[in-house]
T-cell receptor, first 115, second 112 residues
Framework: NAGVTQTPKFQVLKTGQSMTLQCAQD?????MSWYRQDPGMGLRLIHY???????DQGEVPNGYNVSRSTTEDFPLRLLSAAPSQTSVYFC??????????????FGPGTRLTVL | GDSVTQMEGPVTLSEEACLTI???????????LFWYVQYPGEGLQLLLK?????DKGSNKGFEATYRKETTSFHLEKGSVQVSDSAVYFC???????????FGAGTRLFVKA
């Protein structure tokens, strides 16, 4: 199993550009989430999904879109990049088991810089 | 709503010292509790977890006990190593919820 994979590892964008961060998992997990982590360490939830075709907003959804057309893939789209979106982005997946998300499995992260 | 509070860092210890990182939570019902660790340049990974009151999670010499009466899940290790230097996150997941709630993280530095 590859677990959770993210591409790219690093990206530099100019203000106003758009791009998609890719996330895939091969563990057949229902739950997938996107977080951003800024200096000071905390994680903030951007969007999450509880299954194919179902997505919802987290704490900081503005400027980002997601879709979940398959169980495996959960891409994050930046619509018009801003310097405030400079951050490290983590994708995570987990089983639900009817009790809420179980252990989260994290990808290695994408380090994004917006100039 | 549900929340997690953990002690602020950074925590700096000498090798072989004892470690305690405090974590308390607010939640209805019976959440599952987790400790995750993040090494430099990597994503978070599960360190240990407990799913019901009085359960003790343990891994790599770290332990934490689910205390419902004090709503706590403190992380402990009897003798830390330089390789334990990392950021530690306490987290909870609740029945009927769709999100994992993370604490702010505590950075640990261990000096040789």
């Amino acid at each position: 199993n590859a677990g959770v994979t993210q591409t790219p590892k690093f990206q530099v964008l100019k203000t106003g550009q758009s791009m998609t961060l890719q996330c895939a998992q091969d563990m057949n997990h229902e739950y997938m989430s996107w977080y951003r982590q800024d200096p000071g360490m905390g994680l903030r939830l951007i969007h999450y999904s509880v299954g194919a075709g179902i997505t919802d907003q987290g704490e900081v959804p503005n400027g980002y879109n997601v879709s979940r057309s398959t169980t495996e893939d959960f891409p994050l789209r930046l619509l018009s990049a801003a310097p405030s979106q400079t951050s490290v982005y983590f994708c995570a997946s987990s089983y639900g088991q009817g009790r809420g998300p179980d252990t989260q499995y994290f990808g290695p992260g994408t380090r994004l810089t917006v100039l | 709503g549900d929340s997690v509070t953990q002690m602020e860092g950074p925590v700096t210890l000498s090798e072989e010292a004892c470690l305690t990182i405090n974590c308390t939570y607010t939640a209805t019902g019976y959440p599952s509790l987790f400790w995750y660790v993040q090494y430099p340049g990597e994503g978070l990974q599960l360190l240990l977890k407990a799913t019901k009151a009085d359960d003790k999670g343990s891994n790599k010499g770290f332990e934490a006990t689910y205390r419902k009466e004090t709503t706590s899940f403190h992380l402990e290790k009897g003798s830390v190593q330089v390789s334990d230097s990392a950021v530690y996150f306490c987290a909870l997941s609740n029945t009927g919820g769709f999100k994992t709630i993370f604490g702010a993280g505590t950075r640990l530095f261990v000096k040789a």
